[in-house]
């Protein structure tokens, strides 16, 4: 076929489709997908009422004009199509992240949007309305790829509802149906729901591409009043550590301040701090203290400038510089990128996974401290977004074990060497700790003398932790003039993470390993729908960070494992089924459970009463009949009936007959058959009924008894062809005797 | 006018005794003989007639089974097709004389039930029975006969005797009605009552042979010759055996609810004014027997209830397009038989 | 199969293998390559898309999407081995060229396609659910006896995405005979001239007594064409025969065993037994039939048509009346 016709072929209208609710449910999911793409921001109002305006205009116009299309909106359509292309190639070409999906996604639904409209008026065929429902797919894939809110459920909902009727309505305009459908429908909705949960738990979790642009915007935000000091997210004001009764601090959580008081306590809340999009679970870090004065923890490095800290202003995105105690990661690194989501306001803190390398950020400036902390010259308001690249050194345990801390004079200051600037800090401790060493010492086997490798002194005091130590928030406040290490290890052994991370850090330090204090978020929720991490106030969390050398600074958790892996999306959600079922109240639940099987198996047993033979040998015969195209007819007797197959099919035709009469013998007549005849006439039953199709095949090809007259082919047998072809002179001869006999005798042919 | 009077009522019938089985229980073993020779009368009867009438095999069925179980028989049929032939070789072959009544508007009571008269031999009032009083007797053209003479008819057919004078006498037994009736609405005629056409039993027209057989039938002389030839195959005391042990033929419950179930679907049928009586579901079974018999069998099978279905319902339905044996097709389809 | 060596084209079912009575094919979609390509390429796409943007919502939509097209693809499939096609009424009669119906009873909405006779796609509206009727035209295309009708059932449930059909061959209650098609004009050749294998053998036997001269009709011999009254009256003109009943004629047909020319061959005689009918006069038909030859006096239109359907390769005129 030349290319010409093909394409005249293709372009052809197709017969008018007049189904108005195939119609208007393509309509409506077009609509419902602009609308869901503008809830996520890919669409402006403006452009949703237009799309709006002109597919339910372009769709009436359709419909109106749908028996005679009208060619030239083909044209029109397609300079609009090429209009819109021209419209996006150069917004895209033009925008500042060309080449990358996320940065063309809004000018791209704008497209979506604009084809899908126009194209709405020219759907005067059932092909052309399919087109529309299949398109709004697009659009409603654009408004999905990045929300990060549940609410788009609502509009996937009520797309996948119109994208069902619209099909359904496909069907039932194809084949002519009339009359009410819903259990057709809800049959056909409730498998294809049923398929779509299996698909979606079977799918592998959706991996965030190394190709995306990083987003970054400051909302609700002010400069912080006192520059490279913390401040809370509202007012800019600077934040301070809350009193221990109050509840002002963010979130509940009274860490991200200048100063961690351990002495205090405080209850956090489930309140939605912020929403992380990361490759993998990870600590997100806020601040990292090296201070301790047995209460609280402090910077010893200044804020404000001074020894290791530095202030960026090269705008976003800011490169951070390896910190003076930082080891720089290997090459066997990977990046780990991290999307922040403020929903509230917060600190001018600036959350990262480990060894942050670079920051998106829409501020004035970043300030760095020696002790990797990074803060905002804004204050961070609700809706904030930033994204931070990390190096994730991806040390593994063996690698840790073989780093071993060189024996060193208790003078020395620094391990340059290994890169550690200022070994002192993380060494420090406000006074003696003797019993705490000595339990140090007893637990790892380790002295301050005597080094022994960190990861097992780590690994060990972990353990010791997880069965000596009780955890609870519950705890009373530290007494005044009391060390929060020695009063918690050697008192209650009861505490939350502060406790028990403080006292960690306070007996490697005891036992010469450097150590500090990080305050910060566990990764919170993982949910599979958004692919966000949900971090809630109550996720805040304190742990401990160990330096190795050639390592640097590597994060342990005494208090709790760090989640393992990225589960997938189905295994949440069948894991959160688990968990609401875990939670039924099983025994009530179970008894009406059984109450109810009990009653319907008692219905059925009662209605079900006991087939008799005669009545399951003409059940198999009429559902054989029904697969070889001889259904029982209605008000059929079985006897009629077992004549009718048998005159179609003259194989069973015995067996049939035999059959048919043992069960009329025996249900009439009392004459119960013996047990071979009754086993016998079962039998050949229940092989009418499952074995017919392929017997009959097979009986077909080897014996040939059926041979179809039809179409042209003539029926004969071989021999009968030979008998024909040798009489055929004689035959000849006397058709010529009749024609010069001319005259003509009736005659039948069973006379002869 | 009658045309042949049969021989004086023969007494009551020898003493043969029922086998005491009731309908429903199937036939015991010590009924085989007694059944083999039923079944052999019957066999005869149909292969008789069959010789006689031609292309008629339905109606014959029909005939032989109004023989075998003693029902009246009504045959609705245009003048011409061998009614009387049917009837005549039916009672040839069953070995009495056929007494024949021709209705005409004229016809009284009387003459068909007979007149009490004055024997000037005998100085006594003598009963002078009429032709009703024969073993088969065919009522010609019934319904053109006045209504008084239409009940007067049937009583004797419903009571099996005849009241003159306040005399009864009983009708010889077995007693076997064939009225023929032309087709309604003709010139002349008095319709039969729906409660008269009830005590028929079962109905059949003969119709119109197709055209070889209409050749036999002129080259065999309408089967007059073949009649001639017809010998009897049993006596008036056979065939009140043979009706009697027809009667034992088994019904199973669930063949009787069948029969029960399509005279009551009969009722509620679309299209059907009247109904069939319960008298029916009592004939519909009677004549599923002699089905039975016909086909050798001792037990009756739902096919032998629906074969008799439309000779015993269609003439007591009243439908509203006058095609009864269509409503009665009908309601064989929408009245579901036993499975097996 | 019974793909028997007397149909080697396998012409009578286009769809390839036939099928005895009451035998079903296997199930098999219906161009199945665009749909499921289609939705394969969709699939896959968004997968892609899934996982580049790294959105679950993608991923959701994306399963609803797997779930629609799965049950799309693979629904028609199973609701097919569920579906029972039966026989309601039959023609009793068919020509070639020429539509007849066949009302089909099915359990649920399908669409019909008659193959074995031929004929156009039907699908049966109505309820969503049970049973219904459906009216299929089949155009048969040859002559020839069909036992069973075999018909493409296909269904499309829930969705219409996909087709999916399987064959069947119904049972009929009594045979479908097609007649050919009747080609008129032709004079068949008196049997005196018949060369075997040449020409359609039969014989036109005009009988009775000369009696007048009549204008020419369809299906009169030219040998009867008296030329000289012809060349006087300007109009073909043909000797009339005196008989006692009225005009016969006997044909006596000699099919070829090649099923083409036989087919040729009895729509000749079926287009003179016609022309003879039409001329009023009686038709006597000699063929060839399964259980032997049958020589018999045609009745109509039908009837000729259903002996000349029956009728099988093989020389009739040999068991004629001497």
Known sequence: ?752 | ?340 | MTDGPEDPAGRGDPAGRRLAPGQRSRIRPVQWAGPVFGSLLTLGLWELVAHSSGSGWVQAIGAALAGVLLVGLVGPALQLRRITVAVRQVPGDAEVGQSAELVLESNAPVRLRPLDPPGPATTSAGPTRGARTTVVDVQPRHRGVHPSVTIEVATGAPFGLLWWARRVALPLDHPLLVAPRPVAGEDPEPGGEARPGDVPRMMVAPTGEPRSLRPYGPGDSRHLVHWPTSAHVGELMVREWEQTRDDQVVIALDLSDDPERAERQAGVAFGAILGHLEAGRKVTLRTSEPNGPVTNVVHGRRDAGRRLARAVPGSASGAGPR
Not at chain 1, 258 to 268: I, P, Q, V
Not at chain 2, 239 to 263: H, N, P
Not at chain 2, 309 to 316: E, I
């Open chain 2, 1 to 340: 006018m009658t045309e042949e009077i049969a021989s004086f009522p023969d007494p009551s019938p020898g003493g043969y005794e029922s086998s005491g089985l009731v309908p429903g229980a199937p036939a015991g073993a010590g009924d085989s003989v007694v059944f083999a020779e039923t079944a052999r009368v019957a066999q005869s009867l149909r292969q008789g007639l069959a010789g006689v009438v031609l292309g008629a095999a339905d109606a014959i069925e029909v005939a032989v089974v109004a023989a075998l179980t003693g029902q009246h028989l009504l045959i609705e049929d245009v003048p011409g097709v061998g009614k009387t032939v049917l009837a005549r070789a039916l009672a040839t072959a069953l070995g009495v004389r056929l007494s024949r009544v021709q209705g005409h508007p004229d016809l009284l009571p009387s003459d068909v039930t007979g007149v009490t008269i004055y024997s000037p031999a005998t100085q006594s009032w003598e009963f002078r029975p009429g032709p009703v009083f024969g073993h088969v007797i065919l009522l010609d053209e019934m319904n053109r006969t006045p209504p008084r003479t239409q009940s007067a008819l049937l009583e004797a057919m419903e009571e099996r005797q005849v009241t003159v004078d306040g005399e009864s006498w009983a009708l010889p037994q077995p007693h076997l009605v064939i009225g023929t009736q032309n087709p309604l609405g003709q010139l002349g005629t008095y319709p039969l009552a729906e409660s008269q056409l009830d005590r028929f039993g079962l109905s059949t027209s003969i119709g119109y042979p197709d055209a070889p057989t209409e050749a036999q039938l002129v080259i065999h002389h309408g089967g007059r010759t073949a009649l001639a030839e017809l010998v009897p195959v049993t006596d008036p005391l056979g065939w009140e055996r043979t009706i009697a042990s027809t009667a034992t033929v088994g019904v199973s419950a669930v063949v009787a609810e069948y029969a029960v179930a399509l005279v009551r679907a009969s009722r509620s049928l679309s299209g059907v004014r009247l109904g069939a009586s319960p008298r029916a579901a009592i004939t519909l079974i009677s004549a599923a027997q002699g089905a039975a018999v016909l086909a050798g069998r001792p037990y009756v099978t739902p096919d032998d209830v629906q074969k008799m279905a439309a000779p015993v319902l269609a003439h007591r339905l009243l439908t509203d397009d006058g095609h009864s044996d269509q409503a009665v097709r009908r309601l064989l389809v929408e009245t579901p038989p036993p499975v097996a």
């Open chain 1, 1 to 752: 076929m030349k290319l010409g016709q093909w394409i005249a072929q293709a372009n052809q209208p197709g017969p008018p489709e007049h189904s108005v609710s195939f119609r208007l449910a393509a309509a409506l999911s077009v609509v419902v997908a602009a609308t869901a793409a503008w809830s996520q921001g890919e669409l402006g109002p403006t452009v949703l009422a237009v799309t709006i305006v002109l597919t339910v205009t372009g769709n009436l116009w359709s419909w109106r004009r749908r028996a005679r299309p009208w060619v030239g909106v083909k044209v029109i359509l397609a300079l609009a199509a090429v209009a819109g292309f021209t419209w996006f190639i150069s917004t895209a070409l033009h925008s500042a992240n060309a080449g990358n999906i996320t940065t063309i996604e809004g000018p791209l639904a704008v497209l979506f949007a604009w084809i899908l409209s126009t194209h709405s008026f020219d759907v005067p065929a059932r092909r052309d309305i399919a087109y529309s429902l299949a398109g709004s797919a697009a659009l409603m894939a654009v408004a999905a790829a990045q929300s990060i809110s549940l609410t788009l459920g609502l509009y996937v909902l009520a797309w996948s509802a119109c994208g069902l009727w619209g099909l359904r309505a496909m069907w039932r305009s194809m084949s002519g149906l009339t009359g009410s459908a819903w259990r057709s429908n809800l049959l056909a909705t409730v498998v294809s729901v049923l398929v779509a949960l299996v698909v979606l738990v079977l799918l592998p979790a959706p991996r965030v591409s190394t190709d995306l642009s990083f987003p970054s915007t400051a909302q609700n935000s002010n400069p912080v009043t006192q520059p490279a000091g913390l401040s809370d997210g509202a007012s800019g004001l600077p934040a301070h550590a809350a009193p221990a009764q109050g509840h002002n601090g963010i979130g509940g959580f009274l860490g991200f301040a200048s100063a961690l008081d351990t002495g205090t306590r405080t209850e956090l809340g489930n309140e939605l701090i912020m929403r992380v999009r990361a490759d993998r679970p990870n600590y997100w870090v806020g601040e990292t203290f090296d201070h301790w004065n047995g209460q609280t923890w402090s910077q010893s490095f200044s804020r404000t400038g001074g020894e290791g800290t530095a202030v960026l202003r090269t705008g976003s995105p800011y490169q951070i510089p390896l910190s003076r105690d930082q080891v720089a990661p290997a090459s066997s690194a990977t990046s780990d990128i991290q999307t922040y989501y403020l929903a509230r306001s917060g600190p001018n803190l600036v959350f990262h996974a480990d060894n942050a390398q670079e920051v998106y950020i829409d501020s004035r400036a970043l300030f760095l401290t020696g002790g990797d902390t990074i803060t905002s010259a804004e204050s961070m308001g609700s809706g904030t977004i930033y994204t931070v690249v990390s190096a994730d050194s991806n040390a593994t345990p063996d690698e840790l074990t073989g780093a071993f801390l060189p024996e060193l004079p208790a003078s020395a200051q620094a391990l340059p060497v290994l890169g550690l600037a200022n070994l002192n800090r993380y060494l420090a401790l406000p006074h003696a700790y003797p019993r705490v060493t000595a339990l140090a010492e007893r637990i790892t086997g380790g002295s301050a003398t005597h080094q022994i490798n960190p990861y097992q002194a780590v690994s060990r005091i972990n353990g010791w932790m997880a069965t000596h130590v009780h955890y609870s928030t519950d705890i009373p406040p530290l007494p005044p003039g009391q060390d929060a290490v020695d009063s918690f290890l050697f008192g209650t052994r009861t505490g939350y993470c502060e406790q028990i991370s403080t006292a960690t850090v306070v007996m490697l330090r005891s036992l010469g390993i450097p150590a500090r204090e990080t305050v910060g978020y566990v990764p919170g929720s993982f949910n599979p729908i958004t692919d966000l991490y949900d971090v809630q106030a109550k996720d805040a969390h304190a742990w401990v960070q160990v330096w190795f050398p050639d390592y640097g600074w590597q994060n342990f958790d005494p208090t709790a494992d760090v989640p393992a892996a990225n589960p997938a999306p189905g295994k949440v959600l069948l894991g959160d089924l688990g968990h609401a079922l875990g939670r039924l109240p099983w025994i009530p639940v179970g008894l009406i459970v059984l109450a109810a099987l009990g009653t319907i198996i008692a219905i059925r047993r009662r209605r079900r009463r006991p087939v008799p033979w005669t009545e399951r040998i003409a059940v198999d015969l009429g559902e054989g009949g029904a697969r070889r195209g001889l259904p029982r007819r209605p008000g059929e007797t079985l006897t009629h009936y077992g004549d009718r197959l048998a005159s179609h099919l003259p194989e069973d035709a015995g067996e049939l007959t035999r059959t048919v009469a043992a069960t009329q013998a025996a249900l009439y007549g009392g004459e119960e058959p013996s047990a071979f005849a009754l086993e016998t006439a079962l039998g050949f039953a229940r092989r009418f009924r499952h074995g017919g199709a392929r017997r009959e095949a097979r009986r077909a090809a080897v014996t040939g008894t059926y041979r179809s007259v039809g179409g042209g082919g003539i029926p004969t047998t071989s021999s009968r062809q030979e008998e024909r072809s040798t009489a055929l002179p004689g035959e000849m001869q006397e058709a010529g005797e009749v024609q010069q006999a001319g005259e003509v005798q009736e005659h039948t042919p069973a006379g002869r």
